[in-house]
């Protein structure tokens, strides 16, 4: 593997386990068992390596959502496989990452506002437009207000004052708040076709 992708892969484990501004330069150099100099040879600083790992980790997330997409059967189907994603990727992950980003390293918030609100705004509208098409959302669906809504709901997951990271899971929050908007969405056939992805896996 790159040095490059090492450290990386290495740094954004680090973060995800216990945010940003816990992991220092020097556990990262000493974690990769190389000198902090070598280190910043690669960045020059954190708020670049920061940066970096922001990018890499949401284009890694744009891929597996369009292959998510191109797996799914139909729009419901697209929103359970995702569930199951976020449970098993977010499940580990310390919600004060977001917040360490937002306020000590503006230019990597910036990417993941960018990716929020302009990809996943685009996916989820692509995706309700697919469900009403095919009779699995309901057709008086205001698509522009429950885009920004859900975007909005999706954030609440990372406000540590509601949901704190000692009593709730990041992967299992992420995926019931998902679960409440699928079904807010559905119709009868659509909930019936949920459920039976559910019977289906637990099977």
């Known amino acids: 593997m790159e040095t490059n992708t090492r450290i990386l892969d290495f740094a954004e484990s680090l973060f995800m386990q216990r945010g940003i501004r816990a992991v220092s330069m020097d556990e990262i150099a000493v974690g990769l068992g190389m000198s902090k100099k070598t280190l910043y040879q690669y960045f020059a600083d954190k708020d670049e390596l920061v940066d970096a790992v922001v990018a890499a980790h949401l284009e890694r997330m744009q891929t597996d959502a369009k292959k998510w997409r191109d797996q799914a059967q139909d729009a419901v189907h697209e929103m359970f496989i995702t569930m199951e994603q976020i449970q098993l990727h977010l499940s580990n992950m310390d ?34 437009q697919w469900g009403i098409t095919e009779g699995l959302y309901r057709s008086d669906l205001d698509i522009d207000v429950l885009c920004r809504y859900r975007l909005a709901s999706m954030m609440l997951a990372f406000n540590t004052d509601l949901f704190p990271p000692q009593q709730f899971n990041l992967g299992l929050l992420c995926q019931n708040l998902l679960q409440h908007f699928v079904f807010g969405l559905a119709t009868e056939k659509g909930h019936k076709r949920l459920m039976n992805y559910y019977e289906t896996t637990s099977a």
């Open 95 to 128: 919600p004060i990452l977001l917040h360490d980003m937002q306020k000590f390293h503006p230019r990597a918030y910036q990417r993941f506002r960018e990716h929020k609100d302009v990809f996943l705004f685009e996916l989820i509208r692509a995706n309700m």
